[in-house]
Structure formats: C-alpha cells, structure tokens
C-alpha cells in the first residue's frame, strides 16, 4: 500500500454558532473543540496538535472567537470552562475530559493524555489547516529586491507574525519563527530585536526561508 492510499482526510469541521456545536458534538461521541484566537499563539498551538492528529483518530471543531462568539460562549456554558483563547478541549459523549489553554498546549500537555484517551490511526493523516503563506513570501520578496531596509522589514515581518491566527501545521510554524524567534519575547518594543542582521546575514536567511516556504 503507498504512502497515499494510507493517507485519510482529519476530519476539521468549523463551528460558526451553537446549534453547529451541539450537531458536532452529538455527531462524533469522541471530539475535540479548539478555539483559534487572533494571534500567533493560535498557530503554534494548532501546529502541535496537528502532529497529533496525523497519528490520531480525533474530529476537531475550531472556532474563530473573534467572527463566532456565541459559538464559543456556547461551549463555555456546556463545560463550565473559562473560555481562553487558544484553547483545546476534548470531549467524550458530550462531556469535557480535558482542556488546556495558550501557551500550554504542548506535546508534553497532550502526549499522555492522546495516547490514554484517543484511538491512534493507520497511516498518517492529511491536515486541512489553512496556511496561506503568500503574505509573507511577498513581504520577503519586497526586502530581496531592495524595496524595504533591513528595520522596516523585521518590524513588518514580526507583526505579521504576531497577529498570524491562521491554523498552520507544526512545519510552517517553525519556519515562519526562524527569522526572529518568538515575537512575545519582544512586549518592550521591537528595537528589543536588535540589529535585523544579529542572527547572520538577514538576506541570505530569506532567501533560503523564502525557498522553503
């Protein structure tokens, strides 16, 4: 059997309003709802649950807080969990069994609880997220053709990246974060970055990003 003929589609399902979230969940007796919220914090956190969903069978809702709050409001109400944003809440039969909010959705958080709780799967599965990286390939290409200095580019890149809430797999997220690392480590204000050409030569570093994306 090919790598492909093993592949099958993860099932991601948005969740626009509480009767879509009531249909998901009585839907699918094991499921996971997770709420995308309006920074990169959404990206990470979906990139490291999509390299568990490649290895597990788990329908995943997603919710953007911001265009679908009642949705959300919704799920806070069925739980009796605090809504955060992003945030990951697995449910059997209808009923919460674990969540995890921000910065702790991890592989640490999630691995035990995946592999005690949600079936794993044959062959990987293939992740429809929603990784539109052409933003940053024409900002990159802007800076290689001499139309932005090297300050104007990092301070465009790095708030590009701080407000991305797109659902990006684990790989574009680790790509997307190799020009200047975390844009929460730089709350001080951006000259806290230091020179763009810090890390190494900036262009030579976008052009290999660029060719990798």
């Not at 626009?16 to 839907?27: I, K, M, R, Y």
């Not at 920074?39 to 919710?63: D, N, S, Y």
């Not at 009796?80 to 009923?95: A, T, Y």
């Not at 802007?142 to 090297?150: I, M, R, T």
Request: glycine letters at 8%; a negative charge; proline letters at 7%.
């Amino acid at each position: 059997m090919t790598q492909t003929s093993q592949q099958a589609q993860q099932v991601l399902v948005p969740l626009t309003t509480p009767e879509e979230v009531d249909t998901f969940l009585a839907q699918y007796p094991q499921a996971a709802v997770f709420k995308a919220g309006t920074c990169h914090k959404t990206m990470q956190g979906f990139g490291v649950l999509e390299t568990f969903l490649a290895r597990h069978e788990l329908p995943v809702g997603f919710i953007r807080v911001v265009d679908w709050r009642p949705a959300s409001n919704h799920v806070a109400e069925l739980t009796g969990i605090r809504h955060q944003s992003p945030q990951l809440i697995l449910f059997q039969n209808g009923q919460p069994t674990f969540d995890v909010d921000n910065w702790d959705i991890t592989p640490e958080r999630l691995g035990p609880v995946f592999e005690a709780q949600v079936p794993s799967r044959q062959g990987a599965a293939q992740i429809a997220g929603e990784g539109n990286v052409q933003p940053y390939k024409q900002l990159m290409q802007a800076y290689l053709d001499g139309q932005l200095p090297d300050w104007e580019f990092q301070e465009r890149y790095v708030n590009l990246f701080r407000d991305d809430a797109s659902l990006r797999s684990q790989r574009e997220f680790e790509l997307l974060s190799k020009l200047f690392g975390d844009p929460d480590a730089y709350h001080g204000g951006l000259h806290q970055l230091g020179e763009p050409q810090a890390r190494g030569d900036l262009k030579a570093r976008v052009e290999e990003l660029l060719g990798q994306l």
